[in-house]
């Protein structure tokens, strides 16, 4: 693909780092993925760094704690979901991500009128010390079981706990490369890409969505080539001239 963009750019110059804070990748998954996540990515020739810190970007330079900076023009950065707690909320009971600490009936602590569910909620307990994981399946059963929960104080019933029931953990790391957590079933590979590639599709609304998608996919898989673009420039490419010849080289910090 880039080399049909950017014909002008010498592809064995382009240096991809991808830096962690944490000691492994994909946190929340097994080891297996872990590890097979990792193993895809150095495959694909991504230099991975594990346990790094970044201190800071001026545009030129990343700057790494107690690491040798790299210079570069292009960083994407990559984070988790913060929660925005708001103003006049007891910040004594705001835990890791912005969350709100609330009980297993979704009442943020502290209050007795006030529901947090989501993003910025974390039901902490012994079999969650850290809250629930913030992925779209915690949020959706949050979100009925407060309902039932609002049914139920309405007509005077007792309150349910909330018991989450994790479908399995899925990410893909490049073409025909991703790893799949389901319950104790571990596997990486091709399989699990198709895996996550059908379970995505199979969530979107509407058929008509679910057969637009399922062509695009088609065709990039096949083409190697994305239908959408971004235009930043006119170019016209000139077959007669190497372009590759006329880029500077460029010097990396180590």
């Known amino acids: 693909v880039i080399p049909n963009d950017y014909p002008e750019m010498d592809v064995s110059k382009v240096n ?30 991504v230099q991975v760094m594990n346990d790094t810190r970044v201190l800071g970007y001026d545009g030129h ?64 307990d012994e079999a969650t010390p850290n809250g ?8 959706i059963q949050q979100g009925h079981h407060l ?7 309405k007509e005077n019933k007792p309150l349910e706990k909330f018991k989450y029931f994790d479908k399995g953990s899925m990410a893909t790391v490049g073409r025909n490369k991703a790893v799949v957590d389901i319950g104790k079933i571990r596997f990486q590979g091709v399989f699990a890409w198709f895996t996550w590639m059908f379970v995505h599709l199979m969530t979107l609304v509407g058929f008509r969505n679910k057969i637009i998608v399922f062509v695009n996919w088609v065709w990039s898989y096949f ?12 170019f016209a490419k000139d077959r007669s001239v190497d372009y590759r010849a006329e880029v500077p080289s460029v010097k990396e910090v180590h």
Do not use: C
Request: charged residues 15%; hydrophobic residues 40%; glycine residues 10%.
């Open 223 to 234: 083409s190697y080539d994305r239908g959408t673009r971004l235009i930043i420039r006119t």
């Open 61 to 124: 330079t990343l700057s790494l704690q107690d690491k040798a900076p790299i210079l570069s023009s292009t960083v994407i950065w990559s984070a988790g979901v913060k929660g925005v707690v708001l103003p006049g909320l007891d910040q004594a009971e705001v835990v890791r991500g912005g969350r709100l600490k609330t009980d297993t009936q979704n009442l943020v602590v502290g209050y007795q009128n006030i529901y947090a569910i989501g993003d910025v909620a974390a039901i902490i």
């Open 147 to 153: 309902a039932k929960n609002l049914i139920n104080i």
């Open 16 to 45: 991809i780092y991808l830096i962690e804070n944490s000691p492994e990748l994909l946190g929340p998954m097994s080891p297996q993925a872990q590890q097979k996540s990792k193993e895809f990515l150095i495959k694909m020739g």
């Open 132 to 139: 629930h994981p913030g992925v779209a399946p915690a949020a």
